[in-house]
């Protein structure tokens, strides 16, 4: 029954028209960041992992350089006591931590993503290593596979040269909490720009966790951007913004992956090898599988 009376007769839910508040109507087309030459945006990256995950990654590097390896129980210790100081930290109980607030914002991160690209079948992430020889076998067909990089995008509302923010649409944004999220994915030239321009702040203490940056587009076709660090995040200013920045970011997180998924035995089809390997079936054994029938 419609949540409207009177429009059970009408049968108006089942159908799209090209109104322009319909044009992402199959819900499942992802837009990501492209950008046009001379096109300046300012925004600021918020992809984070959650304190229990970064204390674990911090433990595992730190054996690793040891020589020892963590147990599981060493594991599951690290990120309870991460969880529990973050907890106390904001004077909560564990369990009523928002997945908002277990985001540790000190430390951005980045997907890293390994995938081939084919004439005909488009990007399709790698599989290579990781189902044994035969399979292996199978992803050498494609073209090398290359490394890249995904992050998520907070961008502000600006004139066109991204220096003045437009206050008024931004505090718009913040309340409608329509806030513009937007994937970036990009090569491995660009993590090495944005891991210098890190490591410059780092010097002064600072990171791009804490910083807006400034995009630049200098070529369109091959997305070549220039980045530029532009001060204090303007998120992290105001408390209202970084609850609504963080609770909509989050629900993002699975957005990050650019490429399709495939199995072996999918590829193995597209690639018009035939189905799924079966065991061979000699003369010697080939009466004793008809002993059965």
């Known amino acids: 029954m419609s949540d409207f009376e009177g429009l059970e007769n009408y049968d108006i839910e089942d159908d799209v028209s090209l109104d322009i508040d319909e044009q992402n109507a199959g819900g499942d087309r992802q837009i990501w960041l492209k950008m046009n030459k001379g096109q300046i945006v300012r925004g600021s990256f918020v992809f984070f992992h959650t304190f229990d995950t970064n204390a674990v ?76 020889v035969d399979a292996d076998a199978i992803w050498k067909r494609l073209p090398e596979p290359k490394t890249y990089f995904s992050v998520l995008f907070l961008v502000y509302p600006t004139d066109q040269d991204g220096a003045e923010i ?39 203490g600072l990171s791009l966790a804490s910083q807006d940056i400034r995009l630049e587009c200098k070529e369109a076709q091959f997305q070549k951007i220039e980045i530029q660090a532009k001060g204090p995040a303007i998120w992290q200013k105001n408390e209202t913004f970084k609850e609504v920045a963080l609770a909509s970011a989050v629900t993002l997180y699975d957005k990050l992956v650019p490429f399709r998924e495939m199995s072996t035995d999918q590829l193995r089809v597209k690639l018009s090898l035939g189905g799924p390997s079966v065991d061979d079936v000699s003369s010697d054994n080939f009466q004793d599988m008809l002993s059965d029938v």
Do not use: C
Not at 66 to 75: C, L, V
Not at 113 to 121: C, D, T, V
């Open 57 to 132: 990654q911090a433990a595992v590097k730190k054996a690793r350089k040891a020589g020892t390896k963590p147990s599981r129980e060493d594991i599951q210790e690290v990120a309870k006591k991460a969880l529990i100081k973050r907890a106390e930290d904001l004077k909560k109980g564990v369990d009523q931590l928002t997945p908002a607030e277990k985001l540790d914002i000190t430390s951005v991160h980045f997907k890293v993503i390994k995938a081939h690209y084919q004439e005909g079948l488009g990007y399709v992430l790698s599989r290579l290593g990781k189902d044994g």
């Open 166 to 204: 437009n206050k008024e649409l931004l505090a718009s944004q913040i309340k409608q909490k329509k806030l513009k999220l937007i994937p970036w994915r990009f090569g491995k030239n660009m993590y090495e720009a944005i891991w210098k321009l890190n490591d410059g702040l780092r010097e002064n």
